[in-house]
């Protein structure tokens, strides 16, 4: 069964720092990548950023580069998200997600989500 589980969200003022982490399991393939997608209260969920395990290659979207920095601890199954700088509109529920490459199948799972509020 694929778990992945997110944990470090919470309450921070404007400028402050959290960093969340994704502890994944349950899928054996040497091709796949690990995201983090977030969605604010009426809007549409967005990517946030990605790391593939493949080569270490990293997406941030425009609004958190230079303020978030994703990181992976194959080890321990994890990947993190550093992020700094917050803004009151990095406020939302953020997800972990796996997106796996098995053959020709893609696979898209996902955790519950770690709310994430930033007050200004």
């Known amino acids: 069964e694929v778990q992945l589980v997110e944990s470090g969200g919470g309450l921070v003022q404007a400028g402050g720092s959290l960093r969340l982490s994704c502890a994944y399991s349950?899928?054996?393939?040497?091709?796949?990548?690990i995201a983090w997608f977030r969605q604010a209260p009426g809007k549409e969920r967005e990517g946030v950023s990605s790391?593939?395990?493949?080569?270490?290659?990293?997406y941030y979207k425009d609004s958190v580069k230079g303020r978030f920095t994703i990181s992976s601890d194959n080890a321990k199954n994890t990947v993190y998200l550093q992020m700094n700088s917050l803004k009151p509109e990095d406020t939302a529920v953020y997800y972990c997600a796996a997106l796996v490459t098995i053959g020709t199948k893609n696979y898209h799972y996902w955790g519950q989500g770690t709310q994430v509020i930033v007050s200004s």
């Open positions: 790391i593939s395990d493949s080569d270490n290659s990293t």
């Open positions: 349950g899928f054996t393939s040497d091709d796949y990548a």
